[in-house]
């Protein structure tokens, strides 16, 4: 019995058994790890060179994990170090004391956010650590439980013989994936409205696993990606102990323990290749041509006005920023009198094509007249417009026809906390803090679920970070959107790894969706996404263009659309649930 909470084996790796020895008695309880301790409330500092060494090495796998984890999105998209990612921090935490676990998932928390969203220190140095520090705190909370988990099935292991032992313990690289993805849907809708940018998900786009994507949607696909990193873990640990019995055993039952070891590693690795290869051998009908085959079609216009100067401050130069739309909207136009170019069913803006109120500022609001005049088709207008209260602004799409008249609108749902709106001012106003200032007024989010009726055609827009949103998209489309459209702006991100992240999550909810994604940005990245994720044409950031692209109307939904959100909540309260489980387990052991 180990009191203080983990079951651990000297190396601190695999935990299945004590080492067998040529000896036919019963083997002795393993002396417990000077690195995990024998009692609660033990120091955690190492108290050998040997545990010193451990730890480190522990500490540098979950840094290196974390890392890993940055680096299979932009800019470096190594795509294949996600599953890896999740190994080294399932590895990493077995075997050790709750608050070394903690510790360790707060250090692969912190070297994976910090360096996936370094784009944010444009904005502040103050506000990429601060959001870092917070995304890391659940990292601790996920490493803790998985060090739970695998002690509830290291004491299963070493209390019930091997024929005895249920299909329960066994399953644990499952239970893992399960808690990785109950823990990644808390982080990405709390606290204000959460932070869904370090997601598994986004990771699979051009991989094998972007298959799973239009069954089991964005919750789903975070599974996929976490048990395939758990399994390798279990192989990892299954190895490890192969070698480690081959060194020190010569009795027949420990050859016999060997082969199961080594069966077992093989058998996880077996289902990674089955797991990865599995939407190939049943694709979605949504990535198959039968999908748009016979639907009608319709074609739009993106407009990329691009940002004057450095290109990062729309607001500066915002009056130059609209008539750059106005500008490329009417020589559009004139290029369709002149039978250059082919008659729009709309045309799409960005988001901040124009940074004040359209019906209060009538220059603004005459220069939107004269492009959706000239074009004779509705322009969807990215606007900033004054809300009901002086302190109140929205972020809309408004759908502006060419008689000038706002048809529809569509208000951001997900403002960006400190970017955006400001929580919590009355309390904090006090303090005089600096950043307050820049933003007077703050955004009041939108709820609307319905999609837009854009010249007889429904469409589910976007503004900006509501892309990373499940319930921004998929409402709009269960509601019948035939279309996605993203208006954004980016500006402040010109030339980081910010505009292609984003980008990259946009493929995956045509993927998600299987709808056509039409891409406008100030001067990001705009371009056209087809239903099976491929790109169909981009611009190039920091010019002044417009994309044009002739995409089908779809009515079908997708599985991840249908039962994404069950997905997510079931595997979900499945993490919570084995977690739980695995604690009450522990506490029972800890008590005879």
Partial sequence: MNPGGTVDAPDGLDTHHPAPTASTSPP???????????????????RSIDDCRRWLGRLALASTGGAAGAMASAPWELRWLAPLAVTALVISVSGTRRRTAALLGLVFGLAFVVLLVSWMRVIGTDAWLL???????????????????????????????????????????????????AVESVMSTWPLGGFPWTRLAWTVIDTPLAGWVPWVGAGGTSFIVALCGSLGAAAVLGIHRVVRVARVARARRAHTRTWADAARASACVGLIGLVAGAPSLLPAPSTGPDWQQGEESVRAAAVQGDVPGAGNDVVAVHRQVTANHVEATTNLAQQIRERQAQQPDFVLWPENSTAVDPFRDERTRLGIDRASSAIGVPVVVGAI????????????????NEQGVVTERYTKRHPVPFG??????????????????????????????????????????LICFDVAFDDSVTAQVRRGAELVTVQTSNASFTGTAQLEQQFAITRFRALETGRTVVVASTNGISGAIGPDGE??????????????????????????????????????????????????????????
Avoid: C
Wanted: no cysteine; proline share 7%; hydrophobic share 45%.
């Fill in 28 to 46: 002795a309880s393993p002396a417990p790890s000077p690195a995990s301790g024998t009692a609660a409330g033990a120091s955690d500092v190492p």
């Fill in 535 to 592: 790109v169909l044409a981009r611009l190039e950031p920091r010019t002044t263009a417009v994309l044009e692209v002739t995409v089908p109307l779809l009515d079908r939904q997708t599985n991840a659309v249908r039962f994404g959100a069950l997905v997510k909540n079931l595997i979900g309260l499945i993490g919570i649930g084995a977690m739980v489980a695995a604690g009450l387990r522990l506490r029972r052991g800890e008590s005879t």
């Fill in 131 to 181: 959001v870092s520090a917070a995304a890391a705190v659940y990292y601790a909370l996920l490493a803790l439980g998985l060090s739970i988990l695998h002690d509830a099935r290291a004491r299963a292991h070493a209390r019930v013989p091997r024929r005895g032992r249920r299909w329960t313990v066994q399953a644990w690289p499952l239970w893992m994936a399960a808690w990785w993805v």
């Fill in 385 to 400: 417009v004054d809300g009901d209260r002086p302190d109140e602004v929205l972020n809309q799409g408004l759908v502006w």
């Fill in 420 to 461: 955006e709106y400001i929580p919590f001012r009355k309390q904090l106003a006090g303090l005089q803090i600096g950043r307050l200032d820049m933003i007077p007024r703050d955004m009041t989010p939108g709820s609307r679920t319905k999609p837009l009726d854009i010249a007889g055609t429904k469409v589910a827009d």
